[in-house]
């Protein structure tokens, strides 16, 4: 038993450890119905400098000051049932200079509140909560990996059923469900492909291919509804990059675009699809080396309500969403793999308008020998 998480144990201990290991990408505390801490994550020994029986000494409520924020945020989590959040929250704790972070609360159903802190700007040395989140998403994965893959069988045998006795007009439908359990199950098999360490395997790709095939993955789904426009350059080359994680990627931000354009309710959502050419524009790759060209631009625009500003800092961030139910990881991973590809992803927005862009690198010419 480690030391973070020695003072429970049995069913509870494996709870605890879930919530505040493998969910949370950021510095996490678990405090009992009696305010004291019972377990807290690696993240959260690095920025305190110490492990759980230093820190857990006296109760954790106790030694907030009057009035605190964070007792505050626990208490409403209990009261209310569900996950609460604060932004620019002070934190003065375990004899640290006081920092500002953002806070969560979530009530774990036997009184014990899990804590979670987004810390903004490093404190004592380098810190990079965006790699630690990602490292969680990448454990999260590893771990849903096997229960992904035994439903997705069940899907893709039935499709093929359906498939065989469907009309000629809803054959394409069936194909198209085979289709992309099978893109699923590859992008499983290739989870390893999200960490830091694993190549992407790259080839030539029309953009406008797999802008094609998203946009029949929504149309009559998330974007039902909505006006659909297409802005395309055809005489743009093909990108350098993994077909089935670029629609993944384009997916992800189209569906996000379109739900944010249904918000304004009005019937009058729009959803628009750019691409251009935009030379001159040089990404550094994360190893510090010389920077590579991504001049092949996709803009996802939409005209719902926009990003709220106290989000828009770390809206990349494993984690963080504006959506009620939303886990707050697609753009977590879509920036993994907009990165892993050597290209680079921003936003900008305001209310009426708000437009992702992704720049990508062209492939390279084939030489006489690949030929």
Do not use: C
């Not at 038993?1 to 290991?21: E, N, Q, S, V």
């Not at 085979?178 to 395997?201: G, N």
């Not at 426009?229 to 990108?239: F, G």
């Amino acid at each position: 038993m480690t030391d973070r998480a020695r003072a429970i144990t049995g069913p509870a201990l494996d709870a605890l450890k879930a919530a505040a290991f493998e969910l949370s990408p950021e510095p996490a505390l678990v405090v009992d119905r009696d305010g004291a801490l019972v377990a807290v994550n690696e993240a959260a020994e690095a920025l305190f400098g110490h492990g759980l029986s230093l820190l857990a000494r006296g109760r954790f409520r106790a030694a907030l000051p009057p009035g605190s924020v964070l007792v505050s945020l626990m208490d409403r989590a209990v009261f209310e049932g569900a996950l609460v959040r604060e932004h620019g929250v002070e934190v003065n704790l375990f004899g640290q200079p006081p920092f500002e972070a953002d806070g969560a609360a979530a009530p774990l159903g036997d009184g014990s509140v899990l804590l979670t802190l987004h810390v903004k700007g490093a404190l004592g040395g380098e810190r990079s909560a965006d790699a630690a989140g990602l490292r969680s998403v990448v454990g999260l994965g590893r771990m849903l990996a096997h229960e992904i893959k035994n439903p997705l069988a069940g899907i893709r045998g039935a499709a093929q059923l359906l498939k065989t006795g469907a009309s000629a007009a809803d054959q394409p439908l069936a194909q198209l469900i085979v289709d992309e359990t099978d893109r699923i199950r590859r992008l499983v098999d290739r989870m390893e492909a999200f960490s830091d360490q694993a190549p992407t395997p790259r080839e030539a790709v029309n953009i406008h291919q797999v802008l094609d095939r998203v946009r029949a993955l929504v149309v009559n789904g998330v974007a039902d509804g909505l006006r659909f426009r297409e802005q395309y350059d055809p005489s743009l080359p093909p990108v350098w990059g993994d077909e089935d994680q670029l629609i993944q990627i384009f997916l992800n931000l189209v569906k996000n675009a379109s739900e944010a354009a249904h918000m304004r309710g009005d019937g009058r959502g729009e959803l628009i699809i750019h691409t251009a050419w935009r030379p001159g524009v040089r990404v550094r790759g994360a190893d510090g080396k010389a920077a590579s060209s991504a001049p092949i631009e996709i803009r996802v625009q939409d005209n719902g309500p926009g990003v709220p500003q106290s989000l828009r800092e770390h809206l990349f961030q494993p984690f963080v969403t504006t959506k009620a139910n939303g886990t707050g990881l697609g753009l977590a991973l879509v920036t993994k793999l907009v990165t892993a590809h050597g290209g680079l992803i921003d936003f900008e927005s305001e209310p009426g308008r708000t437009v992702f862009r992704v720049l990508l690198p062209v492939a390279p010419e084939p030489s006489f020998g690949d030929a």
